[in-house]
């Protein structure tokens, strides 16, 4: 049997053993790790190598190149079509770039590229429409113009008679004709003491417009994209308590009294929403202002403030519900606040016309009445 001592001697030379391993295992995880971020740091630089490589020029001598962007294209569909044309080395890291860069400028329209651009230059040169080849008619449509209004720019900028486009957008067959390819044709459009069948269906945007388009061909782009924003809306549409007409009606309504403030565009569709449950009357003045076929370029609202007794059934003061259609063109927003109101007990509301324009709601009578005479004080009155 070993003695006490030499047992305490191989305990010993085991220990030193173990340290031994693990000192020589110290070295080899070093290296392991030493090699991992030599590897990761030579990724690193190479990643950012071809980044900043990818934002140079294609080659160094002039090279012109026609190139589209298209209505629809965004900025990773433009980067593609970029590499696609030779115009830039990588659409991937000049997506990348972009997003880096937070570039939100895009125009559709035909512009002349050059290969010997850097994708800095190509980038600011396609995010300004000036840039475009101007092979198009640019044609833009203001939220809440009226029917009349807009066939008036269509005139000043195709030379197609405002008169034959009107005539067109109250043409009840031609409409009708067109149910299948719009479903937001209804029966109701043409409802007795209906001004303009079209009217509030002729979506605001900036289009681009052929030359030699008809006014058949430019009231079908106006369509398409209202029926665009309609598949937007549809299932909110079809489920709503109100008929897709008087949520178009209603789009309209809000869009005129609330401007685009999209809080108070929301509230005030509630609003409104609040009077039609209990039967109570709109009176909305902006629909006075359409029923006197008021100036909307004159700055005199008071006219319509004044004029609550004319008699026409666009008068919701006097009539009550919602008018027979709409009273203008609303964009997307104000689809948008009709279809997801802000709900309130609030009645009533008021713009401080003489002031900064806010919107002041009242849930009472009484409170309305004394935000009216606080904010439109008779010398305010006076001077509109």
């Known amino acids: 049997m070993p003695s006490l001592a030499v047992m305490k001697m191989a305990k010993k030379s085991s220990k030193k053993r173990r340290k031994r391993r693990r000192i020589r295992k110290l ?17 690193l630089g190479l990643v950012w190598w071809h980044y900043t490589d990818s934002q140079k020029p294609v080659q160094a001598n002039s090279e012109q190149v026609k190139f589209v962007v298209d209505d629809g294209d965004n900025l990773r569909t433009v980067t593609t ?36 651009w850097d994708l800095a230059t190509i980038l600011d040169y396609v995010g300004d429409f000036s840039n475009t080849e101007q092979d198009h008619i640019v044609l833009t449509i203001i939220e809440g113009d009226w029917a009349k209004d807009i066939a008036k720019r269509i005139e000043a900028a195709t030379g197609i008679s405002a008169e034959s486009l009107m005539e067109l957008w109250n043409d009840r067959g031609w409409i009708e004709a067109q149910r299948e390819r719009y479903p937001f044709i209804t029966d109701e459009m043409f409802n007795d003491g209906v001004r303009i069948y079209l009217e509030g269906y002729l979506f605001p945007s900036t289009y681009f417009v052929n030359p030699e388009a008809d006014r058949y061909e430019v ?11 309609y598949r937007q809306f549809q299932e909110q549409i079809e489920g709503n308590e109100l008929s897709t007409h008087q949520i178009f009606t209603l789009a309209s309504i809000v ?7 999209e809080e108070d565009q929301r ?26 076929d008021f100036d909307k370029e004159v700055d005199n609202w008071t006219a319509c403030e004044v004029n609550s007794s004319f008699e026409s059934p666009y008068n919701t003061y006097m009539y009550p519900g919602l008018p027979p259609g709409p009273i203008d063109n609303p964009g997307a927003a104000s689809f948008n606040s009709v279809l997801n109101p802000i709900e309130s007990n609030y009645y009533y509301f008021m713009a ?7 919107i002041y709601y ?6 309305h009445n004394a935000n009216v005479a606080r904010y439109l004080t008779p010398g305010c009155l006076a001077g509109n």
Do not use: H, W
């Open 27 to 43: 070295p080899l995880l070093v290296l392991i790790v030493s090699v991992l971020i030599l590897v990761f740091a030579s990724c």
């Open 81 to 116: 079509k970029l590499e696609d044309a030779g115009l830039i080395k990588d659409a991937k890291m000049a997506y990348y770039y972009v997003r880096l860069n937070k570039i939100n400028s895009l125009y559709a329209g035909t512009y002349m590229l050059d290969k010997s």
């Open 219 to 229: 009231t079908y782009t106006l369509l398409d994209q209202t029926l665009a924003v």
């Open 255 to 261: 869009q005129y009294e609330a401007g685009g403030s």
């Open 267 to 292: 509230t005030i569709a509630g609003v409104f929403y609040n009077r039609l449950r209990i039967g109570m009357a709109l009176q909305s003045s902006v629909t006075v202002c359409y029923a006197i």
């Open 352 to 358: 401080d016309v003489c002031g900064d324009g806010k």
């Open 362 to 367: 009242a849930e009472s009578l009484a409170d």
